[in-house]
């Protein structure tokens, strides 16, 4: 993986190519229809909070393009098919009901893990979370850059305040209920729903990077506990929360609702564990 | 001199006049009608009070300028379908002028305070004003209450200084149109403004309104929320709820993030807020995180001297409080119940945007989060 850091305004997308297979049949692996993504490649702001000394900063912009590809469901695991592995004894219940076709919310990062394992072990499959890179390579235009406004070092308020500002502004979804699969339409790569309102796990990390602003040198601190939901904005959330609040010191704004959408790796490649930890 | 107003409450039912008799508006001498003829207040100037929707509150004088006065108001009740959260929860609310809380009336000590209060054709539900400023007459709770396509005006005087909940108290269902969103404050200024406890004068740049509510919506088997066509229908599942004393939502003014993001309260760094608090039903415990109340009236009548430096004060159910402090740092403040479970999850948190500069000497981050050293 390349570091090249380039500059933070524009988020560019250089697709190659995509190719669409067919449903392949429920025997073998699931009946969710599947994009495979091969020869993509984006510019990505790596995810977490970065220091310049005391001060937040911008997190820096990489290129990220996968050694091998991978398939990714076209839409999000369903209400229905969550709760065949709640059934089988493999899931914990979801705390509401609703109809099956609708896509399953009130899922935390624990439940999302189980479910993939349950998949994989009825499959024969690898299916698992996609790194939040892999999220943001095939969400494409869909994925929402969230550079901010660096205020100045005498005035931490500034950049709340800013912060605070584009939060309030930004248009996201008003209608809090699940929609029917395809509401949110479909992006170039022909995925569908992506940041509209169920925010979809993965699997990074939650991170602070130190920059030291005299010798560039990145010192890392990871918290696991905390994993990223991709949406109509990047979250952070505890791993076991199923249905995120704002309120009281907690001044963002939470994702609508949480969900999945499962990436399947492609058999003979030895990559999973790799891509497991999003590099 | 019978007035127009005095002719429209004649033409109340006979049981409404019967109460009028013993009431206070009765002059001496008018026992034919029960109504005032040669009214204390009749030769007063008048004004007329421009009501604004909460957290704003109308324009008025912080020190009052000449004698007392007739502050005329007029409120519409209005019964609507409001969203009460982000999740799109419907409720069946019952409104003073379409807003929750309703509008602040401002008057001074000794003004008159006089209200026509109209309820539509288009309600369902009698109403009527219980006013805790005023004396007697159940608050005009007796004398004010009226079906759709009727009104009634009130006027009683304004002679305790404070800042004075007002609600909706028609005859066995009064709790229900309290939390169904009928309640708001009147603040009664001293003439010659506030003080503190030793006489000085206290200002304020901006005032914000608040209204806490607590909201009992039902919920069906599944577990979410139910809607109805009317407040009727939702009554008896509702009161079910109600009797159970643990609402479903506990908001600021109506609806979760009524009081945030793009409805945030703006103030700047230097500049002294007065917080108005209101609490119809259930008691609250207000704290402006990252500041204080520099100046507050926990039971919110001035007459009394303020308590200085709060964290954290306690709003009676049933009454309003009111605060006073002077932002000395920029950044977002929020405005919670500081019981935070209904903060956070129920829905009582309000944010207050501070623009200024930052002062070093009272917070500095000396280093960032980092590693542990040492």
Redesign the interface.
Known sequence: MRFLYAPAAILALAGFAIVALPPVAAAQISDVPQQRIDGLSTDYREAGEF?S???PVNAPVVTFSPEVPFFVMRRQVTRGEYGACVSAGACRAL????EPDLPATGISFEDANTYAAWLSRRTGEVWRLPSDREWRLFAGTRAVDDAFQEGSP?????R??SR??E???RREPE???AQPVGTFGENEHGLLDLSGNVWEWTSTCYA?S?IDPATGQI?R?DNCGVRIAEGAHRAYLTSFIRDP???????G?PP?NLGMRLVREEKGFLSGVRSFFGL | MITRRNALLGAASAATAALMVSGPARAAGSATSGLAAASPAGDLPRIKGELVTPPHVMAHDQVAKGGPRIVEFKMVVEEKKVVVD???TEFQAMTYNGSMPGPTMVVHEGDYLELTLVNPETNTMPHNIDFHASTGALGGGALTLINPGEQTVLRFKAFRPGVFIYHCAPTGMVPWHVVSGMSGTVMVLPRDGLKDGEGKPLHYDRVYTIGEFDLYIPKDA???YMTYDSPGESYSDTLDVMRGLIPTHVVFNGK?GAL???S?MPAKVGETVLFIHSCANRDSRPHL?GGHGDWVWETGKFANAPQKDQETWFVRGGSAAAAIYTFR????Y?Y?NHN?IE???L???G?V??????N?DLMT?V?????IVG
């Open positions: 220091l000394g005391n001060m705390d509401t009901a609703g005498d005035n931490p308020a500034e709340w305040l605070y500002d939060e309030a502004r209608e809090a209920r602070r130190r010192a601190h609040k704002s309120g009281a010191c907690s001044v704004r609508t | 982000d999740q799109g599944d577990g979410n979760v945030t993001g793009e945030a995180i740092q920029p950044g977002i929020a919670v935070l903060a956070a999850e829905g009582a948190t944010h945007k501070v623009e200024g500069d930052w070093d981050q280093s960032a989060p980092g590693p």
